[in-house]
């Protein structure tokens, strides 16, 4: 099948279930104009273009390249090569991220003391500095398990100590960080030091990179809610969707500045990866030319992107978050937001090629249907909490404190390779969808319910980002004891001989 084609069928079907729900929402339940879900309608072509064509990038450019340089930096033996080169890496990487800047924009326009420049900074730096750390666990043998809580708790610790908007704001910094550009990379640089250490744990070694990564961002944000403290100057409701005139001149007005924070976020990574080649992989002319027309495509299709979500997704989801919100019955957004869970989660097109993986891995001990079905269950509730959140303006403390206490606490029980692979999961399921249409959704049901969408809203992406680290690692638990019920079962006509 021509990789074009593949991925345009993948995000289709990721985008084409939202458009679905929001069509049959603005029209039976919380009424829109039908110029808006026009707009929305078109916004949704642009995301599935643009996402297509980004993904065709990323295979054919950044994929083998990280890969390569993970190798090359690992042949040199230099651990503070491989250091200062997960730290630049990491960071232009993510600066680049769509998810990340799509969050950051939703961030400065709830509450502008948070500037979107500086926030994606403190993103892209925390990313950085975890994958330099991810790199020295793996020359080192450092414990995955053993990193994980010591961060994880001084996550918790910042997090008591900063103002409220920056928990919900850092926890989904870390979701929105493993996206379409920042996993296949960081993901193939795993696979290539790995690959080369060709340690006892080298299979265990593949994954865990990226949920090192995912630390990098709520560490970051907390860090910059901590220097901040006292200072957020609360919310602004979202604004709704411009309604008449000109909607196809409305996203032609947003490509010339699309483009130039496409090249911004590109260009310094082009740059990098320039370097790389002459310092460290000194790839053939053919490879050069593939990488080459890779940054073209990914180039093209975020500038895509970009304007079907500012001109289609971000301003009509929120009028119908706020829609919803105004109804009188406003508890229907927690089955909606159930709904909206299961099918975004099932939607994505990188949580299938996660349960294939994991399928692998467990040599088909864990099923694939199986884990969709946790997987969807999980997400579901996740967002059906979000909505209870905004209706009774709950705290995120009830959930997240107690469900990373659960998933940090099974990593001591589950298989290494299963903590390892949650927690690179971790982001998996919230993807591009929830980075633009359910979070604003969700601000704009919180601004029209009454709640504080900085507080109230922000926190969704958390929470179904937390989802896969608890359902991966308790499959991870049930192929444990398949494993060792096929062991006591091989080794009974042994005994039975004696």
Not at 370 to 378: E, H, I
Not at 414 to 438: E, H, K, N
Not at 453 to 462: Q, R, S, T
Request: proline share 5%; net charge positive; hydrophobic share 60%.
């Amino acid at each position: 099948m021509n990789p074009l084609f593949r991925f345009a069928k993948e995000t289709a079907a990721s985008v084409l279930p939202i458009v679905l729900i929001v069509f049959a929402l603005g029209i039976a339940v919380a009424p829109i104009p039908a110029a808006e879900l026009a707009r929305f309608g078109l916004g949704g072509v642009l995301v599935i273009a643009g996402l297509s064509l980004f993904l065709l990038g990323t295979e054919l450019g950044l994929v083998p390249v990280g890969r390569e340089t993970g190798s090359a930096l690992v042949g040199r033996r230099s651990l503070d090569l491989m250091i200062v080169a997960g730290l630049l890496i990491g960071f232009l990487v993510t600066v680049a991220e769509p998810d990340v800047q799509v969050l950051a924009g939703q961030v400065s326009a709830v509450d502008p003391s948070i500037p979107r420049g500086r926030l994606v900074l403190m993103i892209g730096a925390g990313v950085g500095f975890f994958v330099a750390v991810g790199f020295a666990r793996v020359v080192l043998g450092v414990s995955y398990r053993v990193l994980l809580v010591g961060f994880y708790a001084l996550v918790f610790v910042l997090a008591v100590l900063v103002d409220p908007i920056y928990v919900g704001v850092a926890f989904d910094a870390g979701g929105a960080t493993t996206g379409p550009m920042t996993v296949p990379f960081i993901l193939a640089l795993g696979v290539g030091v790995s690959a080369v250490t060709k340690g006892r744990r080298s299979e265990e070694d593949s994954f865990g990179l990226v949920g090192l990564a995912s630390i990098g961002p709520i560490l970051a944000v907390l860090l910059m809610g901590l220097v901040n403290k006292g200072n957020a100057t609360g919310s602004a409701a979202p604004a709704e969707a411009a309604s008449g005139g000109g909607m196809v001149a409305s996203f032609l007005r947003l490509v010339p500045e699309t483009v130039g924070h496409v090249a911004l976020a590109l260009g310094p990574l082009a740059l990098l990866f320039a370097v790389i080649q002459v310092a460290l992989l000194r790839m053939p002319p053919r490879h050069l030319a593939r990488v080459a027309t890779g940054f073209a495509w990914a180039f093209a299709g975020l500038v895509l992107f970009f304007v079907g979500v500012n001109g289609g997704f971000l301003p009509v989801g929120a009028l119908v978050g706020a829609r919803m919100g105004a109804l009188e019955a406003s508890w229907l957004l927690v089955p909606v937001g159930v709904l909206l869970g299961a099918v975004v989660v099932l939607a994505e097109p990188a949580v299938w090629v996660l349960t294939d993986q994991v399928e692998a891995v467990s040599g088909g001990a864990v099923r694939k249907r199986t884990l969709l079905v946790a997987l969807s269950a999980g997400v579901a509730l996740a967002v059906g909490i979000a909505m209870l959140r905004v209706v009774c303006g709950l705290s995120i403390w009830w959930f997240l404190a107690p469900g990373y206490a659960l998933a940090l606490g099974l990593s001591f029980a589950s298989p290494p390779l299963f903590t390892a692979i949650a927690f690179d999961s971790g982001g998996v399921a919230s993807g591009p969808m929830s980075s633009t249409f359910v979070l604003a959704f969700t601000l704009g049901a919180s601004a029209s319910a009454g709640g504080d969408p900085a507080v109230d809203a922000f926190g969704v992406i958390a929470m179904i980002a937390m989802v896969p680290l608890i359902a991966i690692q308790l499959l991870g638990l049930v192929y444990k004891r398949a494993e060792g019920a096929a062991r006591s079962a091989s080794a009974r006509p042994a005994d039975a001989r004696k």
